[in-house]
Structures are given as C-alpha cells and as structure tokens.
C-alpha cells in the first residue's frame, strides 16, 4: 500500500517533468502564454475577499468547465491531499485554504517564502501562483512548473473551489 502511494508519486513527479519540459519548449519570448500581466505575490495589494459560492456564482468560475479542472487536479493530488481532515503530505493539506492566510497550516514545514508571505488565497492569488510558482513567490518549494493555459487554471480553480470549501466558506451542509 504504502510502495504503491509511493509509486504513484513518482508517476506523478515523473508528469510534472513532462509538463515543464513542455512549457519551456512552448512559452519562448513573445508567445503570448497570458501570464505576463499576472501579480506577484508582492504586488498582489489589499484583496477583496468573498464567500467560495460568490466565487463560483461570477465568472470565470461561474462556467468554468469543472471536469476538465477535476483532470487537471489530478497532479495536484500527488502532493497535496484536497480531503477534510486529509493529511498533509509533500505539500499541505488543501481542505479549507481559500479566504486563509499563505502558508497558516500550523504543522507542515513550509520554506520561509511562504510561511512569512503576507498574502490570503484568493482565486486571483491561485492563478497567479498556478501560473508560475516561482515567480509569484520566489523561493518557494513547490517543484511545479506551472499551469500554463488561462482556461486550465479557470476550470481547475473552480473544481478546487468546489471540492475544497468547508462547510463555513459556502454555506453547504458537511
Ligand atoms: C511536486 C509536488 C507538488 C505538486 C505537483 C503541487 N504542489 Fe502545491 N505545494 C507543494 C509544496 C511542497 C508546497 C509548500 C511550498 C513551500 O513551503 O514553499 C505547496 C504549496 C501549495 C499551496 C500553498 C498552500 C498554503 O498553505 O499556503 C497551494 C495553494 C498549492 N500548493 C496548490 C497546488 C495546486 C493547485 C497544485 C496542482 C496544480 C499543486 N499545488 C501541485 C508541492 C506540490
């Protein structure tokens, strides 16, 4: 059980290879990957925080396609557990985390960049960092290229939205 976790994560560490090699080859200068105007964490500024179902309500979440995000999630999955009381693994637990302070999961080690960052997960903060980790927030651990597709970063972020929300930040029954 635990050798075949343990192979799915090199699987999935073997994927995301694959998708940096095909970002690299694909985003030269001047391709037009829509991730040049993207804040940083530095210059996110004051955000407006909202309920995840007023996130969902508005576009581009609204009619985001959220199977297509569920694929996408899939190489989220090999290090980030997205259940409610799921454990943190090679990266935190993702239950719960939007409208929560960056790096605030009391027991996984973060790199300093983000545990010191001063920024709330909020969709527009998710596609900047989706888009390219390292630059949104230099010196960070998370070892992934990047989601280099806007429309991919909308549908996954509206699954994500969707799977993640706690009972408090939606207003479901849990
Ligand atoms: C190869 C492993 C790996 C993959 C794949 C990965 N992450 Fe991460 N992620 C991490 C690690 C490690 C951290 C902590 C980074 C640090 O401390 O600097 C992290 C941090 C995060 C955080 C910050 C959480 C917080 O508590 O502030 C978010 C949000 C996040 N990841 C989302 C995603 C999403 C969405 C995907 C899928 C597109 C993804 N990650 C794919 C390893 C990964």
Redesign the pocket.
């Known amino acids: 059980m635990a050798l075949a976790r343990h192979f799915g994560l090199l699987a999935?560490?073997a994927l995301?290879t694959i998708v940096a090699g095909c970002g690299r080859e694909s985003d030269g200068p001047g391709t037009g990957s829509g991730t040049a105007s993207l804040p940083t964490a530095a210059t996110l500024g004051d955000q407006q925080v909202l309920t995840v179902g007023e996130y969902l309500a508005a576009e581009p979440y609204a009619s985001a396609d959220r199977s297509r995000g569920e694929r996408?999630?899939q190489?989220?999955k090999?290090?980030?557990s997205l259940d409610r009381g799921g454990p943190n693994t090679?990266?935190?637990v993702?239950y719960g985390?939007f409208g929560t302070e960056?790096?605030?999961?009391g027991d996984?080690e973060?790199?300093a960049?983000?545990r010191d960052a001063d920024f709330v997960?909020t969709p527009d903060a998710?596609n900047a960092?989706?888009a390219q980790p390292g630059q949104f927030l230099p010196g960070?651990?998370?070892?992934?290229a990047g989601?280099l597709r806007q429309s991919d970063r909308d549908a996954?972020i509206a699954y994500?939205l969707d799977v993640t929300a706690s009972a408090d930040q939606d207003g479901k029954k849990d």
């Open positions: 999935a560490a995301v996408q999630a190489i989220c090999a290090c980030h090679i990266g935190p993702l985390f960056a790096g605030s999961q996984f973060y790199s960049a983000l997960w998710l960092w989706l960070n651990r998370m070892v992934f989601v996954l994500l």
